[in-house]
């Protein structure tokens, strides 16, 4: 099969570890990329610092590295002084670390602004993210004004600028199939894609928000087409990396090493999966062992004859 490159997101790769033993676990289990929170952002600005941080990503064979999430970056957003800092964490670390991406949010609060009224603030918000190396990037939410990724991708294409980030659990409980992401999706803004897996239905007495900071299984592990979702992705012209993003409980309890190995074998079967489809079928295998081992096997010698003389036959 293929090798793909695995971005290990923020949720998958949090612990209680200090962050350098993250990191390191993180390339440890075979990621080539990482995204980094805004809480990492704010704790390595005021220990290590990020020219600290960047050599650590590269002893760790890091090559990927996406920045987020940001949120009320549009006018009339009841943007504070602290939001106001997060941009501009967000885009010293982008500028330091070399950062491909950085991931913003749409409106979550209630009644909501309308998409319309955050075109100029988006395609100002691209330009500055640009300017620091990076690419814009918006993760539709189910509960947010932009609530599928196929209105995101409107979005995006409209305002000519930034791209689009695939979450699975958030475009399948936004309403999304298969063949609407196909033909809803523009393949110029789809830029990124994280993979989890999840119930057929959110678990009784939990909101939509809480099963996707608590119930994000394994690729492959529940009810999901994930490969379905790969293929697609792969249709619209997404290569590499493929974001993981795993938290549940069980998961969040492992030793982070441990958590990070497994997703990404998980993953990389789900990726394998997607690779075979409508590939020839493979020969077919025995159903029940031989009795013996044309490996193992080794005829015993059979053992000489004597002569009368004593002397071997």
């Given at each position: 099969?293929?090798?793909?490159?695995?971005?290990?997101?923020?949720?998958?790769w949090?612990?209680?570890?200090?962050?350098?033993?993250r990191?390191?676990?993180?390339?440890?289990?075979?990621?080539?990329?990482?995204?980094?929170?805004?809480?990492?952002?704010?704790?390595?600005?005021?220990?290590?610092?990020?020219?600290?941080l960047?050599?650590?990503?590269?002893?760790?064979?890091?090559?990927?590295?996406?920045?987020?999430?940001?949120?009320?970056?549009?006018?009339?957003?009841?943007?504070?002084?602290?939001?106001?800092?997060?941009?501009?964490?967000?885009?010293?670390?982008?500028?330091?670390?070399?950062?491909?991406?950085?991931?913003?949010?749409?409106?979550?609060?209630?009644?909501?602004?309308?998409?319309?009224?955050?075109?100029?603030?988006?395609?100002?918000?691209?330009?500055?993210?640009?300017?620091?190396?990076?690419?814009?990037?918006?993760?539709?939410?189910?509960?947010?004004?932009?609530?599928?990724?196929?209105?995101?991708?409107?979005?995006?294409?409209?305002?000519?600028?930034?791209?689009?980030?695939?979450?699975?659990?958030?475009?399948?409980?936004?309403?999304?199939?298969?063949?609407?992401?196909?033909?809803?999706?523009?393949?110029?803004?789809?830029?990124?894609?994280?993979?989890?897996?999840?119930?057929?239905?959110?678990?009784?007495?939990?909101t939509?928000?809480?099963?996707?900071?608590?119930?994000?299984?394994?690729?492959?592990?529940?009810?999901?087409?994930?490969?379905?979702?790969?293929?697609?992705?792969?249709?619209?012209?997404?290569?590499?990396?493929?974001?993981?993003?795993?938290?549940?409980?069980a998961?969040?309890?492992?030793?982070?090493?441990?958590?990070?190995?497994?997703?990404?074998?998980?993953?990389?079967?789900?990726?394998?999966?997607?690779?075979?489809?409508?590939?020839?079928?493979?020969?077919?295998?025995?159903?029940?062992p031989a009795?013996?081992?044309?490996?193992?096997?080794?005829?015993?010698?059979r053992?000489?004859?004597?002569?009368?003389?004593?002397?071997?036959?």
């Open positions: 099969m293929l090798e793909h490159d695995l971005l290990a997101t923020s949720w998958t949090d612990g209680d570890e200090p962050i350098d033993q990191v390191r676990a993180v390339g440890d289990a075979g990621f080539a990329g990482i995204a980094l929170a805004l809480d990492d952002l704010y704790e390595v600005r005021a220990t290590i610092g990020f020219a600290r960047r050599r650590m990503l590269d002893d760790a064979g890091i090559v990927w590295v996406q920045l987020g999430t940001l949120s009320t970056w549009w006018t009339g957003s009841d943007a504070t002084a602290g939001s106001g800092g997060e941009r501009g964490v967000l885009l010293e670390a982008a500028a330091s670390l070399s950062a491909w991406q950085v991931v913003a949010r749409a409106d979550v609060s209630l009644p909501g602004v309308s998409p319309a009224a955050m075109l100029d603030d988006w395609v100002a918000l691209a330009r500055q993210t640009e300017g620091v190396g990076a690419q814009l990037v918006l993760e539709p939410e189910p509960w947010s004004n932009l609530p599928t990724v196929e209105r995101a991708s409107r979005f995006v294409t409209t305002a000519g600028s930034g791209g689009v980030l695939l979450d699975v659990m958030h475009a399948l409980r936004g309403g999304s199939t298969l063949a609407s992401i196909r033909q809803g999706v523009d393949p110029s803004v789809l830029a990124a894609v994280e993979l989890s897996d999840g119930l057929l239905s959110t678990p009784s007495g939990m939509l928000a809480e099963e996707s900071r608590s119930a994000r299984y394994l690729p492959g592990a529940a009810a999901w087409d994930v490969p379905g979702v790969v293929r697609v992705a792969r249709e619209l012209g997404h290569d590499e990396p493929w974001g993981v993003e795993v938290r549940t409980p998961h969040r309890a492992l030793p982070v090493g441990d958590a990070l190995r497994l997703a990404a074998a998980a993953t990389r079967a789900v990726l394998d999966a997607a690779d075979a489809h409508g590939a020839p079928a493979l020969p077919m295998m025995p159903t029940s009795p013996t081992s044309a490996v193992d096997y080794e005829p015993q010698r053992p000489r004859r004597e002569t009368g003389s004593g002397a071997p036959a």
